[in-house]
């Protein structure tokens, strides 16, 4: 039995994308449990890139089966465009691709609470990318969503939507919004998008685990990270689910006692988009020259992410809420100019250390992080595929990272294709994915 959880250690956009999809050809099944089209996993095969937002990476491997699990929100429109997109590239959706029944719809009215939400007077903006997704998430938890059953279901999908409907109007009006939803137009689409995506849907938890009783192997992906997960990252400023690990078991129906391993991707440094608080943020020409040389611009949405150094302690608490057996450092060739590198190895707020990340926004941006700063390299280690290859100083900058986060570093990619990627001969990662 090998199953594998591969997820951000940090704030989101770590490469989990490209390594989901390199190493899917060891597994069966590639398996997304969380989030919706508000992230997305960039991944380049030659000179083709594939930006997929829904669907897992596994996809662009023709002879693998795909899952999008229940713990996701699903904008149809945006599911239907992205299986057209790839298909018209040449790769096969439709037969590959499996969408939980209890997975929960995304409507239009979910964008138009986002924007008002995030637009009204006096709120702290989270700096979401005002696709639906919370509101989405909101109407699960109140128990009050819509599910792909029920939308498959036309006379449930009918009377539900009507209240649903009904609810989002009220709310609207009360708070001075009258946008036009063109609710019966919408219905009807909505509708048709159930005849479409009919064939794909399945009791996912079902399939998933009679897989595993045949005896076939998955690789579970998230999107975002750890740090937005919403019960463990910096909230409120974080996302509207768990992309944590234990999200890979609620969002999808596999038992935790199925999880053989789980796998950290981690940036060389550090970086986040949106608002929120950041202790390693370097606002000086260090972030400027780290996101020009990482090209660090959302795939989604193309904001400039925030950029700045490693953060140890972030990455103590985000191995010890994952259960983390090996990390993969990705993009370490960005780092390849700078003649010293600072690691933040510790968090102090006034005279006082910290030894746990502190629980609320407040705390985290009175942090003054404590640096110690190692030598760079001062050479390409663009494209290398073997460690012996690694300068000297990039590997003692990988063991010092090691070392400080207790998380071995079995893997390292050093560029965007499949293979400019290092795995480390006689690693725990070797064990679980190879």
């Known amino acids: 039995m090998r199953n594998v959880i591969v997820l951000g250690s940090q704030w989101g956009d770590e490469g989990k994308g490209k390594m989901v999809d390199l190493f899917s050809e060891r597994f069966d099944l590639v398996v997304r449990y969380q989030g919706g089209h508000n992230a997305g996993h960039t991944v380049f095969i030659g000179e083709r890139k594939f930006i997929l937002k829904l669907i897992p990476g596994g996809i662009l ?216 608080p950041f202790p390693t943020e370097s606002l000086d020409g260090a972030g400027d020259q780290i996101r020009k040389r990482g090209n660090e611009f959302g795939a989604v949405t193309g904001r400039p992410r925030r950029c700045g150094w490693f953060d140890v302690p972030l990455l103590r608490y985000s191995a010890a809420i994952n259960g983390l057996d090996s990390l993969v450092i990705t993009k370490l060739d960005v780092l390849d100019e700078f003649d010293n590198i600072p690691v933040c190895v510790g968090y102090r707020i006034g005279k006082q250390e910290v030894a746990e990340m502190p629980p609320t926004v407040k705390e985290i941006a009175r942090v003054e992080p404590v640096y110690e700063c190692l030598p760079g390299w001062k050479q390409s280690t663009f494209g290398m595929t073997t460690y012996d290859q690694l300068p000297l100083k990039a590997k003692e900058y990988l063991a010092f990272v090691e070392y400080r986060t207790g998380v071995e570093i079995g893997c390292v990619s050093t560029g965007p294709e499949r293979n400019q990627t290092i795995v480390k001969p006689g690693s725990r990662f070797q064990a679980l994915i190879l």
């Open 61 to 276: 491997r023709p002879d693998k089966q795909v899952v999008i699990g229940n713990g996701l929100v699903i904008d149809p429109a945006a599911l239907l465009a992205e299986i057209d997109a790839l298909e018209a590239a040449g790769v096969q959706v439709s037969k590959s691709l499996f969408i939980s029944n209890r997975a929960h719809v995304l409507l239009p009215a979910h964008r138009m609470m986002e924007k008002m939400s995030e637009g009204r007077a006096g709120r702290v903006s989270i700096g979401t990318t005002s696709r639906g997704i919370g509101p989405c998430y909101e109407d699960k938890t109140a128990r009050r969503g819509i599910r792909i059953a029920d939308l498959l279901d036309r006379e449930s999908f009918r009377a539900q939507y009507a209240l649903l409907m009904e609810e989002k109007v009220t709310v609207a009006k009360a708070l001075g919004i009258y946008e036009e939803l063109e609710l019966d137009r919408t219905r009807e689409e909505y509708e048709r998008f159930a005849e479409r995506i009919r064939p794909m849907v399945r009791d996912t938890a079902l399939l998933l685990n009679q897989a595993i009783a045949e005896g076939k192997t998955m690789l579970f992906e998230g999107a975002q990270g750890t740090m937005l997960d919403i019960d463990h990252g910096t909230y409120p400023f974080v996302t509207s689910s768990n992309a944590s690990a234990g999200g890979a078991c609620t969002g999808t129906g596999v038992p935790p006692t199925r999880i053989t391993g789980v796998i950290g991707v981690s940036k060389a440094y550090t970086t986040r988009v949106g608002a929120g």
